[in-house]
T-cell receptor
Framework: QQQVKQSPQSLIVQKGGISIINCAYE??????FPWYQQFPGKGPALLIA?????SEKKEGRFTISFNKSAKQFSLHIMDSQPGDSATYFC??????????FGAGTRLFVKA | KAGVTQTPRYLIKTRGQQVTLSCSPI?????VSWYQQTPGQGLQFLFE???????NKGNFPGRFSGRQFSNSRSEMNVSTLELGDSALYLC?????????????FGPGTRLLVL
């Protein structure tokens, strides 16, 4: 009940294309779903996050879509750029409890 | 404001040795969490400290331990190192456990066990 399943493991997208990464969780107690971006040699950094009371959140080229009934959420990166090439982690958490991370998706955007 | 700092950044040890890693959280942050990151397992939660007390612990053997000091700085120790302990160890800080949803990560300590 503590798992967060993330797919795909890796993704190659053409510059200007849409990158889509999916995650599924099991524990309905989770109420906060962040996405982290990690560049080589750096720690993960918060990119965007959503709570289950909304179905979509957009910040610039990054959008989270959330499906509470299916217990799934996804990250969409519009107009993907080579600078977006990084590893992306989804996560699920609840205040005061440990955060559970997905296994990560390595994104490569071809110029 | 300075970010989370971790020392050392790189470490090479041999099996059976022990290692101590250090983490200084963002100024004013009192909650510190540790994660192990490996290519196969992703980010695995080790433990969380607040006010010098361990609040949560992940599913790791007792060889992994930690502590937090009164200035919120934290250390983690791994005794009797095994080859499988080779990983990137990440420290993350947040203002308090009630605000632990958003964590700020340090650059990590890359440990190689030979």
């Amino acid at each position: 009940q503590q798992q967060v399943k993330q797919s795909p493991q890796s993704l190659i997208v053409q510059k200007g294309g849409i990158s889509i990464i999916n995650c599924a969780y099991e524990n309905t107690a989770f109420d906060y779903f962040p996405w982290y971006q990690q560049f080589p040699g750096k720690g993960p950094a918060l990119l965007i996050a959503i709570r289950p009371d909304v179905s979509e959140k957009k910040e610039g080229r990054f959008t989270i879509s959330f499906n509470k009934s299916a217990k799934q959420f996804s990250l969409h990166i519009m107009d993907s750029q080579p600078g977006d090439s990084a590893t992306y982690f989804c996560a699920a958490s609840k205040e005061g409890f440990k955060t559970i991370f997905g296994a990560g998706t390595r994104l490569f955007v071809k110029a | 404001k300075a970010g989370v700092t971790q020392t050392p950044r790189y470490l090479i040890k041999t099996r059976g040795q022990q290692v101590t890693l250090s983490c200084s959280p963002i100024s004013g942050h009192r909650s510190v969490s540790w994660y192990q990151q490996t290519p196969g397992q992703g980010l695995q939660f080790l433990f969380e400290y607040f006010s010098e007390t361990q609040r949560n612990k992940g599913n790791f053997p007792g060889r992994f331990s930690g502590r937090q000091f009164s200035n919120s700085r934290s250390e983690m120790n791994v005794s009797t190192l095994e080859l499988g302990d080779s990983a990137l160890y990440l420290c993350a800080s947040s203002p308090s456990p009630q605000e632990s949803e958003t964590q700020y990560f340090g650059p990590g300590t890359r440990l190689l066990v030979l």
